[in-house]
């Protein structure tokens, strides 16, 4: 079996194809980053995952990009959408609120969430892994949170003799309200609706469908706060709250997004979990994090270098995010809907990742590297020029430089297999020379760029 050794954290690395019950996620820590200014997700996704699930707090700044921070104790939903750390902040996408007693759809405040849907937790309540999270609020209600490529699963275990609810909020993400959204009530089980957010990102849309183990009574339906009827409605911001019949002690929920449809989102969600074992989901999240991080072994007595490493490795597979739906099609940057007979990938930091992180997926997800070129060439053709800092369906043009190119070259010189080199070479090209792009056309006709002419010139200079 062929090896590739180095030597990292003074400790003799292999790298290999070979597979193994080896347990790498007892190493694996979410909570490092979750503090301080990491901006880490923490919750459950898979490896590359479009479904990022779990516990959102109220938007406070810089330190919550990833909607959560460790020094919190307000949970006012569980968000189906998360950054992991970015130095921005947008998603925080569908947020999924159990609560019990009369209907109200507040949100509260950080200093008073009486009469809201939000409740208080505590660390000690919480359990977190890559693939499986859950909390006791301190309300007495206990979520269970396990997820695949596209679809989220909850568990809720309600108080007994309490009514339960459920708050469907579209109108909270994390840093922006929505700009449109939509609910639906489909039949007793199903859900669904969209939202729409000009964030970060001009835009992004979310397609969702939502289905229920137990019959549902009626979904009350709220443009903001305010009552708008029953089991349909477009808005601004809207909301709902889905009542059940009888007494429910345990709820399961199933829920699936798309960026082109709600009929995709459903789809997806008969595709990959077509049943409701919380724990067959869990146990497959499990395997595929096994699977990624058996890739690297470290041959060193050290825990505290192994949970180093492989908390680090963990989260350099958050994202890129899959963004696709599981028949292909995906809504590009110029909103028109396309599909790719690969995994289309999004979520590319690419000012963050050229210089070490792309080409530490060289090594270790060669097999992934070529679907994420044909992304960034696939998003050229979509906006004229390679990939700055995608998200989900939109250019952020966030930091200085191009630094898919440098990706793209990389992978093309490596010789990673299912890249069109030639028209990586002319996206590259275009990319280098498009004059709309901010100091490219002082390169083009001096060779550098005025410090009084371009904010950051000597930055984008050296980038370029």
Known sequence: MKKILFTLLSAAVAVSAAAGDKNYL??????????????VFVGACVPFGAIQIGPQNIFKGWDWCSGYHYSDNVL????????????????????IMPFTGEVRTRRGEQDDISNSC??????????????FYSLTLDNGIHAELTASRRVAFHEYTFPAGEEA????????????????????????????????????????????????????????????DEPAGRDELEGEGVKGVVCFEGSVEKLALKVAVSSVSTDNALENLRKEIPHWNFGTVMTAARDAWEKELERVEITTADKRAKRIFYTAMY???????????????FRGHD?????????????????DTYRALHPWFTIIQSDRVGD??????????????????PLIGGETNQMPGYGSVPIVSDAVVKGIRGIDAQRALQCAVQTATLRGQAGIGYVLDREYIPADREFEATSKAMEY
């Not at 189906?80 to 921005?88: E, K, N, V």
């Not at 840093?175 to 939509?182: N, P, V």
């Not at 909103?335 to 000012?351: E, G």
């Open 315 to 329: 989260h350099t597979m958050i994202a890129p995010t899959t963004y696709c739906d599981v028949n292909g099609e």
């Open 335 to 351: 909103n028109k809907i396309r599909k790719a007979d690969r995994t289309n990938y999004s979520t590319f930091s690419c000012w």
């Open 26 to 39: 007892r190493y694996v820590d979410p909570y490092i980053g979750a503090g301080g200014h990491g901006h």
């Open 118 to 131: 939000s409740a208080h937790y505590q660390h000690e309540n919480e359990r977190v892994s890559p693939y």
């Open 372 to 389: 994420m070129v044909a992304s960034m060439l696939s998003i050229c053709d979509q906006q004229g020029k390679l990939p700055i800092w």
């Open 165 to 224: 609810r459920l708050l469907i909020n579209l109108r909270e993400g994390n840093g922006f309200q929505s700009f449109a959204s939509s609910l639906r009530l489909v039949d007793a089980h199903t859900v669904v609706g969209h939202r729409i957010v000009k964030g970060w990102a001009p835009e992004h849309r979310v397609y969702f469908a939502l289905k229920s183990d137990r019959p549902i009574a009626e979904l009350l339906v709220f443009n903001d």
């Open 76 to 95: 006012i939903g569980f968000s189906h959408t998360h950054l992991s750390g970015t130095g921005c902040t947008d998603l925080g996408d569908i947020q």
